[in-house]
């Protein structure tokens, strides 16, 4: 891989027309060779992931089964692209479920590395939860058993310890939708009008293989946008509105939507499921792994509009060349549109801050050795941070007292909700229910969370996957006594049948 001096990336970044201050997280390191004038944004045709269907379903379960494997894809036209993905897509294929059915999701490890499969949203038991160090070696399966017990939209991907940057950068991610009747019941857009937005950021070598640039453990900057793995496409849209459920499966990169148009976004739901009432919002921040889902009304244009989904670029990142740009819809027909939005979405039980026993601090800075830490430590398997008992409510002060980057923090196991940022109340789009926390930089973010539904270890992490793999990441333990998470390892290949 090329490295470039500052000095020819600032050159770069001023003929790529983009702003030529670098963030100053990124100067003095170089970064690879920028690929995005080998593809003209929004002349690539949207897509769709596929739905998975079951193996086969009983009365409570819907069995699944995934083959983690490389394939070799065209991405950039005319040329070819290894991924590594679940069945050999990137992004892999939606899982689409009804809550409090269960789900069994068998993952086949063909991929050639050790892979964890984390449903990242889902309330599993620990030795299901894609714990760091529970891993499938090549050659092995494991089966996973989820409940769905709420509606929302979550993603299932690697979490290998060490590893999950790369794994994830090359291609192991994929929706998984949970509904229920409340949801099924609004008039809010469905079926071909309920679309998922999957967005990651990737840097491709001239002859198209990927590169994996992650700057000396800081972070990993893209400088080509997909969506559902194609560069800035191109989706043909009627005159009506959709629903879009935007998940943000980016290595390091955040953020900032907003229509060219200058219209609103009407946000929806959070990373945990709809919000309360809708939001109306200009822009709207989302840091790597939160899910929101965004209703665009398209009847207020013309047919022959184009509308840019554009990314106005948060701090921190590298925002130069075509990065400020995600996809375009052109509006080609007309359609009539019985949908609406409700005024009220759900009825969602906030948790009022007087029922917390207690309150924690959490520090996430740049360590020595190593690179990230949480209250100056890196990853202990038999460390312990927090140890809650079942239903009791705590606040977690999450701090960030650095300038130079942010961290989006994820708690496994629970939803929680932010209380304020900084002493001042979170956005209005972040009031809903949540598993991600964008602590911004020089940000101090209270989430309040009910430790619940069952007992054992869960990790805690910067979901900026490089962080996370140099070794921001930790665990609580819920209770006493819970299940250990290595104590239902992968087995070797061939599976009995499902
Ligand atoms: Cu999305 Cu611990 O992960
Ligand atoms: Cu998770
Ligand atoms: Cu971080």
Redesign the pocket.
């Known amino acids: 891989m090329k490295k470039i001096t500052r000095r020819e990336a600032l050159k770069i970044a001023a003929l790529a027309g983009g702003s030529v201050l670098l963030p100053v997280a990124l100067q003095n390191r170089g970064y690879a060779q920028r690929t995005d004038e080998r593809v003209e944004p929004f002349t690539l045709a949207f897509h769709t992931p596929p739905v998975l269907n079951p193996v086969r379903s009983d009365s409570t379960t819907d069995y699944y089964q995934m083959t983690l494997q490389r394939a070799n894809v065209e991405i950039l036209p005319g040329r070819t692209t290894e991924i590594w993905g679940y069945n050999g897509t990137f992004p892999g294929p939606t899982i689409k479920q009804r809550q409090n059915r269960q789900s069994v999701v068998r993952f086949i490890n063909n991929v050639g590395v050790p892979t964890s499969a984390?449903l990242?949203g889902m309330a599993s038991l620990p030795q299901y939860d894609g714990y760091a160090e529970d891993l499938i070696p090549q050659g092995y399966y494991k089966d996973y058993t989820y409940p769905n017990p709420t509606a929302a939209t979550l993603w299932y991907?690697d979490?290998a310890l060490g590893q999950t940057s790369v794994n994830v950068y090359r291609g192991l991610a994929g929706m998984y939708i949970v509904q229920d009747d409340n949801e099924l019941n609004l008039p809010l857009p469905k079926d071909d009008y309920d679309i998922p937005l999957i967005i990651q950021d990737k840097i491709f070598a001239s002859n198209g293989s990927l590169i994996f640039d992650d700057q000396a453990q800081h972070g990993l900057m893209g400088d080509v946008i997909t969506v559902n793995g194609v560069p800035w496409p191109r989706m043909e849209v009627a005159n009506r509105k959709y629903r879009f459920r935007v998940l943000n499966t980016s290595v390091s990169r955040s953020y900032k939507l907003a229509l060219s148009t200058g219209d609103d976004l009407i946000v929806i739901g959070t990373d945990a499921g709809l919000m309360s009432a809708p939001v109306n919002t200009r822009d709207m921040r989302i840091g790597m792994?939160e899910r929101y889902d965004l209703i665009i009304d398209f009847s207020r244009y013309s047919i022959g509009t184009q509308v840019v989904l554009q990314n106005l670029g948060p701090p921190n990142n590298d925002n130069t060349g075509n990065t400020n740009k995600i996809m375009r819809f052109d509006v080609v027909r007309s359609e009539s549109d019985n949908s609406s939005i409700p005024s009220t979405l759900r009825n969602i039980q906030f948790i009022p801050e007087s029922s917390a026993v207690r309150t924690r601090d959490f520090t996430f800075e740049q360590g020595g050795n190593p690179l990230w830490v949480i209250n100056g430590n890196g990853w202990d398997r038999n460390a312990i941070d927090a140890n809650p008992q079942l239903e009791e409510v705590e606040i977690w002060r999450l701090h960030n007292n650095s300038g130079l980057w942010f961290h989006p923090v994820?708690l496994?196991l629970i939803d929680a909700q932010i209380l304020d940022r900084n002493g001042q109340p979170p956005f209005a789009y972040e009031r809903g229910l949540k598993d991600v926390f964008y602590v911004g930089e020089n940000e101090t973010v209270r989430i309040i969370g009910r430790f619940r539904p069952q007992i054992g270890k869960y990790?805690y992490?910067c979901?900026n996957m490089v962080h996370e793999d140099h070794d921001m990441m930790r665990q609580f333990e819920v209770g006493q006594g819970g299940i250990d998470p290595l104590s239902a390892p992968a087995q070797p290949l061939p599976a009995p049948a499902l």
């Open positions: 984390h990242h991907h979490h792994a994820h496994h990790m992490h979901h």
